[in-house]
């Protein structure tokens, strides 16, 4: 048992003779915050590959990157973007260039100054193939020139205008690393990333844990920090803890001080327990979705994509398996995308339809084991799903979805797969169905999942639009809309673009997608970054 444990147990002993009594609890008045001890986070997202975020770009490297590397700018709670490796900025009347200026009192941890050719060595390695990058390689693609205009000014120049270029910078996947540790071979900075931040990675021991220690020459926090200077804690223990009854079950004993991925009935189930507290984050971009691969048979049919839409009832499952911790989504936005268009109608179950849409396609034989037939061929549809990112309550919906679809006559085969065959799986375009969750600041997500573009694989092997959405209408409604400044303007066109996905039925959205994290009452000051909904423990401190 360890120190921690046995400091919360009398806690729990209190609270408990509390509620016996009948009593109400009432929050102790905050304490001012203590320096000193080690949080110790328990994650259920994948253990990355690699801690760059630059190298790939998926969300497990942005849930831990954001403790050591930092980005030129960030959002506050109120969407605003805010300065915090950049001051300022200035945007050129033609949107094709860029002036940033930088802090010119900040270092990186291996000594490297934080200055214009830091930067500029950062998104030449992002868009070098060599890197291998998806999600940062894709947000910084219209920038064509980088120019060191002085120690503290770098200038930007753009192929097309980008109206979601200080969206792009507040990720964590474009974050700024040292260019002294970039010059060692990519395995030493996929090891060991240098940045900014208020922590340093310090060792990391594979399927067990990674090691963070205070930078205690921080200086560089975000505009909407709590404090200045070094971060309050001495050091942060990062453990992976991919089953979830196990990472809650640390939680409850005071082994671990944060999780992530919390499932929904350890949520329903913790709101009764007194040194549990839950943040509720929403991620930005896309919704949680199922996307119909478009791009070969059967969904290259119009009425096969409508006709499975129609033949599946999620709500159902997600009243049932979520414990009143989501919500059905009828949008391919996130909830706190504003541009985000709501269309419950278009997402109607409506079986009888579905049927007489498989007839009129051809479909309009049935099989022995009921399955619907088109000739000789089987109405299969592969859906390969990956373990590491989908709960296992997502899984059951999925297997509901599956159940629903079959009394229309489709045979959906799910295939539960590590991280690796699954990235695979979708690199060959061996599947039908896909739910890929993507996370990107601001409707221009929109172009990044849906513009044909993206069909094209970034350095990594990954194409963003798994929908395999072709439309050359869409195409430059997106552009577009990633051209223009006028926000109204943006709304509408971002509005015709979704109207041509949802009506083409390339999309099934599910429910929001939202970081749940559950942590101890023992622990202050912890919040998630506005930008992506990252965890940050820059102002995070232990009251115990």
């Not at 109608?345 to 479909?363: H, I, N, Q, R």
């Not at 993206?454 to 072709?470: C, E, F, H, R, T």
Request: proline share 6%; net charge negative.
């Amino acid at each position: 048992m360890s120190v921690r444990r046995l400091l919360l147990l009398p806690l729990v002993v209190t609270a408990s003779a509390a509620l016996l009594a009948g009593c109400t609890a009432t929050a102790e008045p905050a304490a001012d915050p203590v320096n000193g001890g080690t949080l110790v986070y328990a994650t259920g997202d994948a253990e990355p590959d690699c801690l760059d975020p630059h190298v790939g770009g998926n969300y497990p490297q942005g849930l831990i990157s954001t403790q050591y590397l930092e980005s030129l700018v960030s959002k506050n709670s109120d969407g605003e973007i805010i300065p915090w490796l950049a001051t300022d900025w200035t945007e050129s009347a033609d949107g094709l260039t860029w002036d940033f200026t930088l802090r010119d009192d900040v270092s990186f941890t291996d000594g490297t100054p934080f200055d214009a050719d830091a930067v500029k060595a950062n998104i030449e390695h992002l868009k070098d193939p060599d890197t291998a990058s998806s999600t940062g390689y894709l947000a910084v693609g219209k920038i064509d020139g980088i120019e060191a205009v002085a120690a503290d000014q770098v200038r930007f120049t753009l192929s097309t205008p980008d109206s979601a270029l200080l969206e792009s910078f507040s990720q964590p996947w474009v974050s700024i690393q040292s260019p002294t540790a970039l010059e060692r071979d990519q395995a030493a900075n996929c090891e060991s990333p240098v940045g900014t931040g208020p922590f340093v990675v310090t060792e990391w021991v594979k399927q067990q844990s990674i090691s963070l220690e205070r930078n205690d020459a921080y200086n560089s926090a975000p505009a909407d920090a709590e404090h200045s200077g070094a971060a309050r804690l001495d050091a942060i223990e990062w453990r992976f803890i991919p089953d979830a009854a196990t990472r809650y079950a640390a939680l409850q004993s005071g082994d671990v001080d944060v999780i992530d991925n919390a499932q929904p009935n350890n949520i329903s189930s913790a709101a009764d327990v007194a040194t549990i507290e839950e943040l509720d984050a929403p991620r930005p971009g896309a919704a949680n979705r199922i996307e119909l691969n478009s791009g070969k048979e059967p969904f290259d049919d119009v009425r096969v994509r409508e006709a499975f839409i129609r033949s599946v009832d999620v709500n159902p499952g997600i009243d049932s398996l979520f414990f009143g911790t989501a919500e059905r989504s009828y949008s391919v936005l996130s909830s706190v995308e504003p541009a985000g268009i709501s269309t419950p109608d278009v997402f109607s179950t409506d079986p009888e339809a579905a049927k007489t849409l498989l007839d009129d396609a051809g479909w309009n034989t049935i099989d022995a084991d009921g399955y619907r037939t088109k000739d000789g061929e089987r109405l299969s549809l592969t859906f390969p799903i990956s373990t590491n990112q989908s709960i296992p309550a997502e899984q059951s919906l999925f297997e509901q979805i599956q159940a629903s679809a079959k009394d229309a006559g489709f045979e959906v085969i799910l295939q539960p797969t590590d991280l690796s065959s699954w990235y695979g799986a979708l690199f060959t375009n061996e599947y039908n169905l896909v739910s890929a969750p993507y996370t990107k600041v601001g409707a221009d997500v929109l172009r990044i999942l849906y513009h044909s573009d993206s069909i094209i694989p970034a350095p990594s092997g990954y194409y963003a639009n798994l929908a395999q959405l072709s439309d050359p209408v869409l195409d430059e409604i997106l552009t577009t809309a990633s051209e223009t400044s006028d926000a109204a303007e943006r709304q509408e066109l971002y509005a015709e673009a979704q109207s041509i996905i949802v009506d083409g039925f390339y999309v099934l959205p599910l429910y929001d997608q939202q970081n749940h994290y559950l942590y101890s009452t023992s622990v202050e000051g912890f919040r998630a970054l506005p930008p992506v909904a990252a965890p940050t423990f820059y102002d995070a401190w232990l009251s115990n």
